[in-house]
Nanobody, 130 residues
Framework: VQLVESGGGLVQAGGSLRLSCTAS????????IAWFRQAPGKEREGVSC??????????YYSDSVKGRFTISSDNAKNTVHLQMNNLKPEDTAVYYC??????????????????????WGKGTLVTVSS
């Protein structure tokens, strides 16, 4: 499995970005795709997750992004998007997508650092200027 993130960049506070995570090599029907982020000097944190398969598209968000970020999936393209609106300087981080072979893991992943996720992308940088 390979995960490739795209869509990062520089944006002013209050602006929007859409991140994409495209997966290849998936041969299973039930899995979770999550977004994590890591700011300089800080621990990695879970941002959002979507369950594919038995979780039927259930979505989860951390409290820090709830109401501003929306995760969605395009299963035909094996792509998950993270629409980020009303961005704040504290959203500045490298954003990673990760896959877990158990879709129900989404229920807890936004409260974790991502330890144990099965596959990871290389990340995309989001910088929000004030």
């Amino acid at each position: 499995v390979q995960l490739v993130e795209s869509g990062g960049g520089l944006v002013q506070a209050g602006g929007s970005l859409r991140l994409s995570c495209t997966a290849s090599g998936i041969t299973f029907d039930d899995y979770a795709i999550a977004w994590f982020r890591q700011a300089p000097g800080k621990e990695r944190e879970g941002v959002s997750c979507i369950g594919i398969g038995s979780s039927d598209g259930s979505t989860y968000y951390s409290d820090s992004v709830k109401g501003r970020f929306t995760i969605s999936s395009d299963n035909a393209k094996n792509t998950v998007h993270l629409q980020m609106n009303n961005l704040k300087p504290e959203d500045t981080a490298v954003y990673y997508c990760a896959l877990d072979l158990f879709s129900a893991r989404c229920r807890v992943v936004t409260t974790t650092t991502g330890l144990g996720m099965d596959f990871w992308g290389k990340g995309t940088l989001v910088t929000v200027s004030s």
